[in-house]
């Protein structure tokens, strides 16, 4: 079987995973009496299983001239091109629903984003959500293997600021192995490796939610919106779902996994938690994760002072663990709300600055995991780089410490990671000025791209406190959000590596 997957292009191998995945949703229709809606996912099962045979004959042993270049283009055309597959089924499964949004829809879930135009209380039924959720997970999945078989090869998706020091060993064995290797049988190597484990964390999760109390099919979907980043779910937020606190303890335990690579990419010994304590991306989080609930906490406890009610303790340890929880969520770009971020509001009638979450939400999670934003391993650098700055106006011949990785992160990893955050605020400002040509505000533009290029779809609905919608938008503004939506899962990096002409040259 793995010699087959090595002679069709890695797109055919996709879309024959999507084909398999349809019968899911089907199955789940059928246990449900809702044989219209599983007619679509079934027929669908058959008809793209025929089309992924008809297209791996008509492309079995296609040589690649540039498998750089083919890798690059090849998860571009699948985060461009698969939705379209995807959004079959599910069109026709909802009828009345206009191709475009099912496109949409499609897209926010493959690149984990979840944004969603069905957003109205039970537009939806359980299949369907259930192919949202099985799509972004999915995504997710794609992501990892891509972070490691495609886009570090290349020095792209955050490991670029790592890329000094290893530029240094180019002889190595290890530097030889990864030019020669053949990248699909890299990618299959690499799926084998990930995709045990994540399923495995995934049912993990699965079981401990519905061991808390949540219903077996919410509890499904919250692990693969977990595990995705991509916030999805039936009612669209926590308070809907109405769980409880130790379902979000558990939620916030497993959210950990998308802050830094060591947690599904490493060895599982007696080293795995010390090196994930030292682990740079760890430390920031806990920064963020510790910082911002507790300046968050102390000043809604001031503004109690002014209905007295300071002395509510329990409220007020309602409102600083809706802060912690809420402050990873969207630091790792999945965007859940605990259902007590009202809490805080609720004792100090103080609102909550929701472009806290929106700069979180930039900031993003670790490298090479399925959180997007800016990655927490760039921010590292260049706050390492402006310490190194300060040190130095005061002490201006002093010689920086922590080895030839700090040195290099703090230089050439620093200018590097300042560059990709200058793409990342142009591409911002570029899609904000796409959406006010086409008439939105600034207040709804400034969110509506964050949120796409974050991949952090519930972000719109939270910063301006509900007042946005996806479903409200025209046709423009959403072909321009799945642009942006597919560029902030890409990373500007890789798709300006597509023009490198070294890719090109024959």
């Known amino acids: 079987m793995t010699g087959l997957l090595l002679r069709v292009p890695l797109f055919v191998t996709l879309l024959g995973v999507v084909s398999i995945g349809m019968i899911l949703p089907a199955a789940h229709a059928v246990a449900l009496n809702m044989?219209?809606?599983?007619?679509?996912?079934?027929?669908?099962?058959?008809?793209?299983?025929?089309?992924?045979?008809?297209?791996?004959?008509?492309?079995?042993?296609?040589?690649?001239?540039?498998?750089?270049?083919?890798q690059l283009l090849t998860l571009f055309g699948t985060f461009l091109l698969l939705p379209l597959v995807l959004a079959v089924p599910f069109r026709e499964a909802l009828p009345d629903a206009s191709f475009l949004n099912v496109y949409f829809e499609m897209v926010s879930s493959l690149t984990t984003t979840g944004a969603s135009?069905?957003?109205?209380?039970?537009?939806?039924?359980?299949?369907?959500?259930?192919?949202?959720?099985?799509?972004?997970?999915?995504?997710?999945?794609?992501?990892?293997?891509?972070?490691?078989?495609?886009?570090?090869?290349?020095?792209?998706?955050?490991?670029?600021?790592?890329?000094?020091l290893r530029n240094t060993a180019a002889s190595s064995p290890s530097e030889h192995f990864r030019?020669?290797?053949d990248p699909k049988e890299r990618v299959l190597r690499i799926s084998g490796e990930i995709f045990p484990v994540y399923l495995f964390v995934t049912v993990l999760l699965w079981v401990l939610l519905m061991t808390n109390g949540a219903q077996p099919f919410v509890a499904l979907m919250l692990a693969l919106a977990t595990l995705s980043t991509s916030g999805i779910l039936p009612g669209g937020t926590l308070s809907t779902a109405e769980v409880g606190i130790s379902v979000e303890v558990c939620l916030f335990v497993f959210m950990l996994i998308a802050v830094s690579r060591q947690t599904l990419q490493n060895d599982f010994n007696r080293a795995f938690l010390p090196r994930l304590i030292d682990d740079r991306e760890m430390r920031l989080m806990t920064?963020?994760?510790?910082l911002l609930p507790l300046a968050l906490f102390?000043?809604?406890?001031?503004?109690?002072?002014?209905?007295?009610?300071?002395?509510?303790?329990?409220?007020?340890?309602?409102?600083?663990?809706g802060g912690f929880f809420t402050v990873l969520s969207f630091l790792t770009t999945t965007g859940f709300v605990s259902t007590d971020w009202s809490a805080a509001?609720?004792?100090?009638?103080?609102?909550?600055?929701?472009?806290?979450?929106?700069?979180?939400?930039?900031?993003?999670?670790?490298?090479?995991?399925?959180?997007?934003?800016?990655?927490?391993?760039?921010?590292?650098?260049?706050?390492?780089?402006?310490v190194r700055e300060m040190g130095r106006l005061v002490h201006p011949n002093s010689i920086g410490s922590a080895g030839k990785l700090g040195r290099e992160v703090r230089r050439e990893g620093a200018f590097v990671a300042w560059i990709f955050f200058m793409l990342f605020a142009i591409t911002v400002a570029a899609v904000m000025s796409l959406l006010a040509f086409l008439g939105l505000t600034f207040?709804?533009?400034l969110v509506f791209a964050i949120s796409s290029l974050s991949t952090t779809g519930p972000l719109a609905q939270v910063v301006l406190d509900g007042s946005l919608s996806y479903s409200a938008l025209e046709t423009g503004p959403k072909l321009v959000l799945c642009a942006a939506m597919i560029l902030g899962r890409l990373e500007t990096l890789a798709i300006i590596a597509l023009f490198n002409p070294d890719f090109w040259r024959v």
């Open 443 to 445: 207040n709804e533009t």
């Open 117 to 164: 135009v069905f957003d109205a209380p039970g537009r939806l039924v359980g299949p369907l959500h259930l192919w949202r959720g099985m799509t972004a997970w999915f995504g997710g999945f794609l992501v990892l293997v891509a972070a490691a078989s495609i886009l570090a090869p290349m020095d792209l998706g955050g490991f670029e600021v790592l890329r000094p």
């Open 287 to 290: 920064f963020f994760v510790v």
């Open 179 to 181: 030019r020669q290797v």
């Open 298 to 321: 102390f000043r809604h406890w001031i503004g109690a002072f002014e209905v007295s009610d300071e002395a509510n303790i329990y409220v007020g340890l309602k409102a600083l663990w």
């Open 35 to 70: 044989h219209r809606v599983s007619q679509p996912f079934f027929y669908g099962a058959i008809l793209f299983g025929v089309l992924t045979a008809l297209l791996g004959l008509a492309t079995l042993d296609a040589k690649s001239t540039r498998p750089a270049r083919d």
């Open 345 to 386: 509001r609720d004792w100090s009638g103080l609102p909550t600055p929701g472009l806290i979450l929106a700069g979180l939400s930039i900031v993003g999670g670790g490298v090479a995991t399925t959180a997007g934003g800016v990655k927490l391993l760039r921010v590292y650098a260049l706050y390492k780089h402006g």
